[in-house]
Each structure stands twice: as C-alpha cells, then as structure tokens.
C-alpha cells in the first residue's frame, strides 16, 4: 500500500501558486519521494523527484523537510492545464523497484 | 521528447477471448511494466520485466496474464480469457535505470463485454 497521505483535493486560482503537500512519515533512507500527476484518464506524467535537498525542473519545485517526513509539490504559475490528480510516491530506487500509486490529490485550477 | 507508445487506443472484446495490448517503450529504455486502472480507481501495478524475464508481478497478474518482449522493441501484455472485470485502462510503462523516473503511455482502453 501506499506510505503517504495527501489531502483528496484542492483549489487554486489560476496563476497563483499550488502547493501540495504530502506527508510520508515512515519515510526510509534509502526512499525518494516522487511526484506524478494524471490528468483525466492519460497515462501519469513524472513530475519531479528527491532524496533529501529541495528540488527544481521547469515544471515544478519540491521542498522535503529537513526530517523528510513530509514534502510539498510546488506548481508556481498554475494553469487551467494544470487540472489532475497528483501523486506522491515514496520508492525505493533499487533493482527495478515499481511505482506503487495512492489515491493523490485532485487538484482543481479555477479560472 | 520520445514517449512510451501503446496500441490500440481502445479494444473491445467478448468474455473469454485472449486480447494483446502491444507497447513500444522508448528506445534505449531496459525496465518495463503494466499497470492497470479500473474505472474511477488508483493506478495498480501488475508486473516488472527485466532482461528478458518477470521481475516482480502482483497477486493482480494471475495465469491468464503473461508478458513478451517478442522483439527489440514491443512489451506486449497478453489476457488468455477476459473476464467482465478484467475492463480496465491498461498503461505501459519503462524506465533506462531503477534509479530513473517510469515514463508510462497514455494506455489502451479494453472494454470486455
């Protein structure tokens, strides 16, 4: 089963910032914290993903606190493209190691 | 940007007929898996490949399910006898190296009537 709790939805006006958090307090050493999204019934999409430092690609940033307990997908310019449901994902980057999905966040960009 | 490729988009088929679902992962990717997703529900995994072999399967991926990768480049997903409840969206994914996101396709649609 999946290692973390996210809140099951959440608004954000278009343009502002959408911060997801997430929390994954049984978080190993060797387990990184990745974020996907889907968006209506596509294939997830990788986001963005860290062991421990803060995180930033043109789609996102990551913050994960320093006792890796929990973490925050940050999306700094939401879009109405930005509509989906985000996952958080903790995994053990081993061998082969799958993907094991939660429930995510639905996130909703209001115009 | 290459992408993982899957067909076909939707396939319909009747109670106990044996359906493919056919991938093409991104070219230099090593890592493949299936996942599945039933209408309204999580994303679940079904099985990992690696070098030619199953890696890892779920109690989901019983004896009706198997995997080929009959080629250099498909990752085909095999259903001896569909059943009603094997309607689901079926996703492919691949990774280069485990420490390497998956980057999953947009999935085939099988609608078992």
């Known amino acids: 089963d999946a290692k973390t709790t996210q809140p099951p939805s959440m608004d954000c006006a278009e343009g502002r910032a959408a911060n997801l958090p997430c929390n994954h307090s049984?978080?190993?050493?060797?387990?990184?914290v990745y974020w996907y999204r889907q968006i209506h019934s596509q294939g997830p999409q990788y986001i963005i993903h860290?062991?421990?430092n803060n995180e930033t690609n043109e789609m996102a940033s990551l913050i994960i606190t320093e006792d890796r307990k929990s973490s925050t997908l940050i999306l700094p310019h939401a879009t109405l493209r930005d509509t989906a449901v985000y996952y958080c994902i903790v995994r053990v980057v081993a061998r082969d190691d799958k993907i094991i999905f939660g429930k995510g966040t639905r996130l909703h960009i209001l115009p | 940007e290459p992408e993982v490729t899957q067909t076909p988009s939707h396939q319909v088929t009747q109670m106990g007929q044996e359906v493919i679902l056919r991938c093409v992962p991104i070219?230099?990717?090593?890592?493949f898996y299936w996942y599945r997703q039933i209408l309204g529900q999580k994303v679940e995994f079904l099985v990992s490949?690696?070098?030619?072999?199953?890696?890892?399967k779920s109690e989901i991926f019983d004896d009706q399910f198997s995997v080929e990768r009959p080629d250099g480049s498909n990752f085909t997903l095999k259903i001896r006898s569909t059943k009603l409840e094997d309607s689901a969206m079926y996703f492919c994914?691949?990774?280069?190296?485990?420490?390497?996101?998956?980057?999953f396709g947009n999935g085939t649609r099988l609608t078992v009537t």
């Open positions: 994914a691949s990774s280069w190296a485990p420490r390497l996101p998956l980057h």
């Open positions: 049984t978080i190993s050493g060797n387990e990184y």
């Open positions: 490949f690696y070098n030619n072999e199953i890696s890892e």
């Open positions: 070219s230099n990717h090593l890592y």
């Open positions: 860290g062991l421990k």
